[in-house]
């Protein structure tokens, strides 16, 4: 077997000047200050080393520069809006490797409004796909904090949720073809607007969700809606988890797939954002143990929607699911209702350190996990705090731990794997996932062989062969 390189290899010289000659040198990155931004997460948790940072701005250059790096056994780690949260796109250190950038790749190449599909470069970012789309009177409906900085092809790779699942799914369910480029530098061109195509195996799901560990998302063909004609926002007020559960229930009796936002929020979140943003304003007079968030897009129109949602709100109140609520009246007050729920990350970032988790669990599961996994941590960690929010139209929770009050934040974070062991634990007992939307990258990659069968394992490791025998592909990462 041969060796795999090293950063030191003498070989890198000649292997930079095809990228050079491939791209450019201008689009060859090798200074240590240029390359600095692309080699540390998002959440400045990992950092690694690179021998370059190689920006091309076009299908073929991707291919030209994989191939080279076929050639000469040089890792390749694909990065758009370096925003993940789990390392995913960091290079590992001690590994001849690229970081390969996509973000010049950002072209809309093409809008068929009749077919309801856009066709979009890997490095588009996600708010222009949402703002390209609204031009032609059709929504994009993946939304999610980074939408701003945030890549369509990230977003396919690490297969992005965002607090519209509930209604159009997740960027698997939006994603009808791809583009990519193999770990040997071909192309595949599967960039089909179909919604029926059974001519084999669905090659499309292999990629998206794999990290970039099987090949280089470059374009895709995503599904675009009809533009809503109103959309009507509400926070309620309840006492439990369960009596969220109940309201989505019936949220989804009354308003059927009009019901496209379900956002979970406990006290202590609602807490930390009016802390920490005194400009966003808490709604009620008083303090309740949980706030749900709801949305609903009508295709009718505005007096349409009100009018399910206060019959909806009405069966509420009198069930006793509901002890209070508030509906926006215009669209800045939906917008200051969404600010609660958007701002929850920066308030927990202002608040100090915390121990993050994205789990999912069967909706009907959620409020059990929730009661037997708190009682758990409280045991084990008297006093501290959970910060727990997310969709829980689709059972995804952020489920954040907290140290006490008045704990030092580094002391608490040492207790991370054993929080993480009964968090995890708690999840897989439930029949959930350790990761909803923000994939494993090489945060939760060990951690995923403790839940996943030897027969799953086995066959993750027979695809990643297959298709990257070398192991080129983002190492490190997902297997």
């Known amino acids: 077997m041969t060796a795999v390189p090293s950063m030191s290899d003498t070989r890198s010289g000649s292997f930079l000047e095809l990228c050079r000659a491939a791209l450019g040198p201008t689009h060859v990155l090798t200074e240590a200050h240029d390359k600095s931004p692309y080699l540390t997460d998002w959440r400045r948790r990992y950092s690694g080393d690179a021998l370059a940072v190689l920006l ?9 520069v994989v191939r080279a790096c076929h050639a000469h056994r040089i890792a390749i780690v694909p990065q758009g809006g370096n925003t993940s949260l789990c390392g995913g796109a960091t290079p590992v250190s001690g590994r001849a490797s690229v970081v390969l950038s996509l973000k010049r790749l950002n072209r809309i190449r093409d809008i ?4 309801n599909t856009i066709t979009v470069e890997a490095g588009v970012i996600l708010q222009q796909l949402q703002q390209a789309a609204s031009e032609h009177d059709r929504l994009f409906p993946l939304s999610l904090a980074a939408e701003g900085s945030c890549t369509i092809g990230g977003n396919l790779s690490t297969n992005a949720g965002g607090t519209a699942v509930l209604r159009y799914g997740n960027a698997r369910e939006l994603c009808l073809g791809l583009e990519v480029v193999t770990p040997h530098g071909e192309v595949w061109d599967g960039l089909r607007g179909l919604r029926k195509d059974n001519t084999g195996y669905d090659l499309r799901d292999l990629f998206i969700g794999a990290e970039g560990t099987l090949g280089i998302i470059t374009a895709a063909v995503m599904k675009l809606y009809p533009a809503p004609r109103a959309r009507v926002t509400a926070l309620a007020a309840v006492q439990s988890p369960r009596a969220a559960l109940s309201l989505l229930s019936l949220a989804q009796q009354y308003a059927g797939p009009a019901l496209t936002g379900f956002e979970l929020m406990s006290a202590l979140c609602l807490t930390l954002v009016t802390r920490h943003f005194p400009q966003l304003r808490y709604p009620f007079a008083a303090p309740y143990p949980q706030a749900v968030l709801l949305e609903l897009s009508d295709s009718e129109s505005e007096a349409h929607g009100r009018a399910t949602f206060e019959a909806m709100m009405e069966a509420a109140f009198e069930a006793g699911i509901v002890a ?29 350190k915390n121990i993050k988790h994205d789990i999912a669990v069967p909706i009907s599961r959620v409020a059990d996990f929730i009661e037997a996994t708190d009682a758990r941590l409280q045991q084990a960690f008297p006093g501290c705090r959970m910060v727990t929010f997310g969709h829980l139209g689709d059972g995804n929770l952020h489920y954040n731990v907290s140290p006490p009050e008045g704990v030092d934040h580094d002391a608490f974070l040492a207790n991370q794997d054993a929080v993480n062991r009964i968090v995890h634990d708690s999840v897989h007992r439930f029949g959930g996932s350790i990761s909803a939307e923000h994939g494993l990258g090489q945060l939760k990659r060990e951690e ?30 997902v297997v």
């Open 56 to 64: 091309p701005s076009t299908t073929e250059e991707v291919a030209a």
């Open 112 to 115: 068929d409004p009749l077919n």
């Open 324 to 352: 209070d609520a508030v509906v926006a009246e215009s669209v800045q007050q939906s917008r200051a209702l969404w600010n609660l729920r958007e701002h929850i990350p920066l308030a927990q970032v202002e608040e100090g």
């Open 448 to 477: 995923n062989r403790r839940y996943k069968s030897d027969v799953e394992l086995g066959m993750m490791r027979a695809i990643k062969t297959a298709l990257d025998p070398q192991a080129l592909m983002n190492p490190g990462k």
